[in-house]
């Protein structure tokens, strides 16, 4: 295996690594600026290919803030490994999520955040989206850089198989695709709205987990996802 880095938006590196028997590529994203920000921490066995190549990008002792979507093996286990190598960073994360799981796992208590709040990282600012059971537990949320107006997006839009780093093709069919595979999202009436709403940042990049950075219609795409999901609602209530 090897982790490949790519610039997906001015100043947010993309460290993507394909694990052949998952039939995944597992993302995480560096926001650079004067207290970076790692989105996803990876698995723990990970960490030291994911470590390298931020290495080659910035001293790994400058990284100030990991966050990361949901509480899961792939979003932060190797969490307390990045803890470890920044002394001065901090786990930021939602207050629910903290509350009933990563005040216990981090070596370092964390920063709860509510919906809405702003991580000012300096001449960058981050938004956390608070996305309750989008796509998974009731922990889910979302950021969103402001500057280059980034939504990274986590688990939706998640795509199987090796994909190229960028992509203004179609990203929806191949997330049903693998949302057929795994039944991966929690279904209820709060997800298509939830999606939904996430049109009102107007993103211009849609930083997947699974998946290329998308840097087509972002706001049609999550229309789209949002009236699948809800389509499939309705076929699953007869």
């Keep these: 295996m090897e982790t490949r880095t790519d610039e997906i938006a001015d100043g947010i590196f993309r460290f993507s690594t394909y694990v052949d028997r998952a039939g995944l590529g597992f993302n995480q994203y560096l926001v650079q600026a004067e207290q970076p920000l790692l989105f996803h921490c990876g698995l723990r066995g ?29 979003e932060l286990g190797g969490m307390n490994d990045w803890l470890e190598a920044a002394p001065e960073a901090q786990v930021a994360f939602g207050a629910m999520g903290c509350a009933v799981s990563v005040n216990d796992l981090a070596s370092r208590l964390p920063r709860p955040l509510k919906d809405g709040d702003v991580l000012d990282l300096g001449s960058r600012r981050v938004r956390y989206i608070a996305t309750p059971h989008v796509p998974h537990g009731w922990d889910a949320g ?17 795509r199987m ?25 929690a279904l209820t009436p709060r997800t298509a709205p939830t999606i ?43």
């Design 142 to 158: 979302l950021l969103f850089e402001e500057t280059t107006r980034t939504l990274l997006c986590g688990d939706l839009f998640t």
């Design 196 to 238: 939904l709403a996430l049109t009102n940042l107007a993103p211009r990049v849609l930083a997947l987990m699974h998946g290329s950075a998308f840097e087509g219609d972002c706001n049609q795409a999550l229309t789209d996802l949002a009236r699948g999901y809800d389509l499939r609602l309705k076929q699953a209530l007869g």
């Design 161 to 185: 198989g090796e994909v190229p780093p960028r992509t203004s093709d179609d990203i929806v069919g191949p997330a049903f695709e693998a949302e057929g595979e795994y039944l991966a999202t």
């Design 46 to 74: 990970l960490f030291p290919l994911i470590s390298s190549a931020m290495a080659r990008v910035m001293p790994i002792s400058r990284l100030r803030w990991v966050c990361f979507g949901h509480v899961e093996a792939d």
